[in-house]
Structure formats: C-alpha cells, structure tokens
C-alpha cells in the first residue's frame, strides 16, 4: 500500500491502480464513519457533559413509564458504569439518562407497576418504572444495575478516606 501511495504522489501509478487506492481510500472513510456512529454520545443538558455509551456492561429493550404522561414506551437502555441510558432505538443516541450514583435501591415492582416483569429504580427523588420481556430479563437487568450501584458506593466509600481503618491505631 505504501509503494502505491508513493506512485499515486509521483503520478506514475497505472489508472487500474489509482482506481483501486481510491476505493480503499473510500472504503476506509466508510468504515470509520461506521466506527463514529457505533460510538453514540449522550450530552447531559443539565451540566453539558458528554458520555460515551459504547462497550456498554449491559444492554436491551426495557419498557419504561414517562415522567409526565406516566404512559409506557418501549426504550433501548445501555449500562455503562454508573450511568443507565436510553434512546428509542437501538444504535441511536440516548435522549435520557439516570445517574446510578444517586440510586438508593433497585428491586422487583410487578405490584407498583400493575405489570408483569416489572423494576423499579429509586433515587431519593424520583422511581423509574420499568418492565422487561421476560422474567430472565427482569431479573439480568436487576443484577446488572444492582452491581453498578454497590461499584458506585464502593467507589465513594474508598474515595472518602473511610475504607475500614479505625482511629484507635
């Protein structure tokens, strides 16, 4: 590739292969692009902080009741660390965004909810309902956000200077 770059520089590469570089050329800027919309963006308009939601820990299609109209939708959520995201479809960016760090408790709500395979995530302002497919669903994504709220409390735990030692030593 890098003799044929040459040639293309000098001007003495043949068309056939001048024909073949550009099409790589054109196929690479292709694949990044790709690359570019794999990696969805979610912008927090309250502090203007960009997320990258890609590698996600845990990802599907939840049912979630709106904070206003308390209608259900069907959502795509991404868990990534401490963050639980979602958009309305999947590869798209996330409109909305809970922050596990202020979560309190993550637990099974199919009476709250009045639906089956029903969850519930609660800050100390507000609960999200939501419900999935099945009950092997319910209860991966119970897991899942479960170990990303004890990794935040663990975080803050060791980050305030209070890991376990006593001031008796």
């Known amino acids: 590739f890098l003799e044929l770059a040459q040639e293309l520089a000098e001007g003495s590469a043949p068309k056939r292969a001048t024909q073949r570089a550009t099409h790589h050329i054109f196929f690479e800027s292709r694949c990044d692009a790709r690359r570019v919309k794999a990696m969805a963006l979610y912008t927090d308009p309250a502090t ?20 206003w109209l308390r209608d259900w939708r069907r959502r795509h959520f991404i868990l ?52 999935a497919d099945t009950e092997k669903e319910k209860d991966d994504w119970i897991g899942a956000i479960g170990r990303a709220i004890v990794r935040c409390s663990a975080t803050f735990t060791n980050d305030d200077g209070m890991d376990g030692a006593s001031d008796d030593d």
């Open 48 to 67: 203007g902080i960009r997320y990258d939601t890609s590698n996600p820990d845990h990802s599907g299609w939840l049912t979630k009741q709106s904070a």
């Open 80 to 131: 990534k660390q401490s963050k639980l995201f979602f958009s309305k479809h999947e590869g798209s960016p996330p409109h909305g965004m809970i922050d596990l760090a202020r979560c309190m408790t993550v637990k099974s709500a199919e009476f709250k909810a009045r639906r089956r395979h029903a969850l519930e995530v609660s800050t100390q302002d507000t609960t999200y309902l939501m419900c």
